[in-house]
């Protein structure tokens, strides 16, 4: 299995007292597959993913909680669980793909800088040729221009790609993708999701794909769990929850 969360109970502290965001949600999803995860609007959905990857606001508490990754256990209610499951590589898209860019380097810049540090060893020249394949995979046309332009100078969708490339050099055990087409055309949709399958088939990681769009569902996800007011609902696959009443 790739990456199991057992347990998962999150809480917001407010001005007059607590919201309780997660109660005890548990997810797993294997090597290769794409788990869908939806809910409502205020779910909790993205308490989910922001758990994982360390990026909870500052009023958040995680209660319990425990993710397993390739056979190793991390303690969610630790504080330095979310680094060291970040250094079992872990990788994330957003709806915006300017909170993975930095508009001040240049496309090939940062993609090489994914490389350096996941191999300190490796030279420039090749990391610059890795980074050129890396956009050609994501299908960004003329991939030696773009090494060399700003996230500013790209189409919203040709920025999501170039996020989709930094995901496919950090080569990690689990994607997680939050709204990832949200923010696009549904024309430049589809292309992403293919982008995102055709990553997880090359890598073999697991995919958690965070989204309200019932589509993407029954198109892309091997399996689905919907929450439902910070609870799980159900899991299963896209046919047996559906089947549900
Ligand atoms: P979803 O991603 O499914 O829309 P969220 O995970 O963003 O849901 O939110 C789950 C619940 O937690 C919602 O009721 C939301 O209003 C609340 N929430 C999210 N972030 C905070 C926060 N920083 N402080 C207080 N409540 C929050
Ligand atoms: P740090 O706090 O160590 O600076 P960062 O949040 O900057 O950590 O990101 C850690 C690593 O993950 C960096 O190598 C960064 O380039 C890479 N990274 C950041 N966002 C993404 C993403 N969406 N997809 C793939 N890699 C990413």
Known sequence: MA????????????PHGTAHALRDVSLEIQKGELL???????????TVAFALMGLLANNAKVISGTAKIDGKSFDLTKPNAT?????????????????????????????????RRRSPGSDR???????????????????????????????GGMRQRVVIAMAL?????LLIADEPTTALDVTVEA???REIIGLRDRI????????HSLGLVTEYCDKLSVLYAGERLESGTVNEVQQQP
């Not at 990456?3 to 407010?14: M, T």
């Not at 990391?127 to 500013?152: F, T």
């Not at 050099?169 to 055990?173: G, I, K, T, V, W």
């Not at 073999?204 to 989204?211: E, P, S």
């Open 3 to 14: 990456i199991s969360v057992r347990n998962l109970s999150v809480d917001y502290s407010l």
């Open 36 to 46: 869908g995860l939806v809910g409502e609007s205020g779910s909790g959905k993205s």
């Open 83 to 115: 680094a060291a499951l970040r250094g079992r590589g872990m990788a994330m898209i957003f709806q915006d793909p300017m909170l993975s860019l930095n508009p001040v380097f240049t496309v090939g810049t940062q993609l090489c800088e994914v490389l």
């Open 125 to 155: 020249k090749t990391r610059i040729g890795m980074a050129e394949d890396a956009l050609d995979k994501v299908k960004l046309s003329n991939p030696q221009r773009r090494m060399g332009q700003y996230p500013h100078e790209l189409s």
């Open 169 to 173: 050099l950090s080569e990690p055990a």
């Open 191 to 193: 292309q992403i999701m």
């Open 204 to 211: 073999g990681c697991a995919v958690l794909l965070i989204t």
